[in-house]
């Protein structure tokens, strides 16, 4: 057994792990800004605000960062390089689409000083469901999908260590 094929189980757990905390986040933080409402008082706003700017900085982001960083990492060591990892890579980067989103509106909450009313938390939750229960599938699933047009080199290993030994075409 290689060392890669001895690490790969302990990364997939980290990935999991990451992925979990980044989702229950993803979930929680639109609930919370929900609850960005000046007329609750200043002092319970303020707390509501430092709680989702925090959860957001010190949990939610690099949960996000180390998440895709052992995807990526589980990508290369397993040469998973196929149709279905491509689509399960566009549904993450609609999660990414939606963690940007969350952190465009606490910014907005905070810099307009309760002008900005954030919207309620049910459609991003159903866009997170969506992309979930999409990855969900196509992960367990593995399905044989149909080959998309793409390059060939996007689809295989070109056998060279990056970023030094990518050979020329």
Known sequence: MTWAEAVVPHLKVLHIGFLS????????LPR????????????DFAR??????????WAVTPAAV?????????IFLREVFTA???AKLVLVAGLVALHAWVGHTLVQVA?????????GPLLPLLVLLAAVLGILVLVLAKPELAEVPLP????EPVGGQLPFDVPRR
């Open 48 to 57: 509501i605000r430092h709680a989702t700017h925090y959860g957001y900085v």
């Open 32 to 43: 919370m800004l929900a609850r960005h409402d000046p007329a609750i008082g200043q002092a």
């Open 111 to 119: 810099e307009t000083e309760g002008r900005h009313e954030p919207p």
């Open 21 to 28: 905390l980044w989702v229950a986040g993803l979930v929680a």
């Open 152 to 155: 060939r080199w996007l689809l």
């Open 84 to 86: 279905w990892m491509l």
């Open 66 to 74: 180390l998440a895709i960083a052992s995807g990526t990492a589980l």
